[in-house]
């Protein structure tokens, strides 16, 4: 199978103690389908529903949480914080959108904010003089997860935020852009840069108009 960036996103933190919970998780980390009558029991305070929401959706916050703010101990405090608030806001989510978007924008907001106190927010690849590329497909089968953990930490981390938000996460130049506090402009440069820069740290050769 080819690897890709959703390749790490199982392989970053050990399931919950106690006995394993079957969530029906699609091929993106975060789309777990929760039941309504799930959700039901949570925002009824009952205990198990939180513990079981917990379960299914440690691995991607904790996930997310790590590519932003590159450090394991801040990605631990951004879990329990986004659980703390699940379990404060459950009552807010009114199910317009599904749970698993609704939980993950908690996610990245807490990572972000942690970023901003942390005065790291400025770190990103100079887009001075370059010219935007379109859609960039992230590296695929050319390294093993190790290398891509690697090569990720390398990055500067705007850039490395903006990389995972757009090719693992899903979202828009124009989401990303508004996270950011910054322009689309700068998520598609962030992107195209950040991707070139990838590939070099994982010495993959770019070949004009193709793809490894």
Known sequence: MPLTMHSLQAADTPPAPGPPAVAPVSASGFAIDVPGALLQRARAGERAAFEQLYRWFERPTFTLALRICGDRDAAADVLQDTMLKMIDRIGDF????????????????????????????????????????????????????????????????????????????????????????????FSKSQVARGTRRLRELLDTPIRTGALP
């Open 94 to 185: 009114r199910g317009a959108s599904p749970f698993w978007g609704w939980l993950r924008q908690i996610a990245v907001n807490e990572s972000l904010m942690r970023l901003r106190r942390g005065r790291r927010f400025d770190g990103h690849l100079d887009v001075d003089g370059y010219e935007l590329a379109g859609d960039t497909p992230p590296p695929s089968a050319a390294a093993d997860a190790a290398s891509l953990q690697r090569a990720l930490a390398g990055l500067p981390v705007v850039t490395r935020s903006v990389l995972w938000l757009y090719h693992a996460e899903g979202f828009t130049h124009e989401e990303i852009g508004a996270l950011m506090e910054r322009t689309p402009s």
